[in-house]
């Protein structure tokens, strides 16, 4: 949500006229923490957008010279502290620094605004039983299966972010695209946060944040239109959605990425219903002992079943 607790005026300039009112609100707002697009069309849809003192209609009312828009913001809801919850949990790997966890697809990582329970991190605090407190080193999109790297205290999950800032855990992932991509590559490719939507992340020509993924073609099965191509991913660079705007953007959408791909499957293959993305193996030494620790976590059920269908 948009946090801030106060009504805002805006005085329309020459740079909003004819512009759409969830665009200009957009444009004035962007200093407010969760100021996104859906969220002001979300607020104009509640009556909370006024324009020259009336209720805005629609996002997609047009803006003149002298017009005054009012937005009331929400009032800034305090988060409650996450709960322990007795939800099925797989455990990988346990030592007593860390626990790397295999989550589900569907499953959110970390409780959010409209996600409040149900989360990894709820049933990793249940597992810990208040023996430790679970800190995320890495999360996942809820529609991303595989491995979560999960830190025993505040002290180990700082060092080992700090190797994921230094490129020293390795993270390889498993997708399931659309086409034949070749058979090694890189791709390099800015990554940027998109002004019309926070929520997604698009390519930069210009500016944006350097973002760099490596990967290799295993397999390839079906024929013309139909082609499915299963790939191993390497993230050199660990920015939102990385792997599925990357691949995106080289022609090669994951199956089932409603965000950035296409979710029709060719005949025969069974529909999946999530981004066909699996984070399936992480390797890095050990912060207090430096021992190399490799751990691997096997494809999900439904992403066999969609390699075996073009099998």
Known sequence: MIEDSRATSIAIDRGDVGIRVDRVLLRHLTHLRGASRNRIQRLIE???VRLNGEPVARSSVRVQAGDTLTIELPERQPRARPSPEALPLEVLYEDADLVVANKPAGQVSHPAFRNTSGTLLNALLAYANGQWTPGLVSRLD??????????????IQAQLQRLGQRNAIEKDYLAIVHGKPPAKGTIDLALDRDPWDARRVVVRDRGGVPSVTTFERLRTMGSGSGVLSLMRCRLVTGRTHQIRVHLSAKGWPIVGDSVYGRTKVPAGVPLIGRQALHASRVAFAQPSTRDWTEIVAPLPADMERLLASTS
């Open 142 to 155: 809820k529609g991303t299966s595989g491995i979560v790297l999960v830190a025993k205290s505040g002290e």
């Open 46 to 48: 509640e009556g909370a």
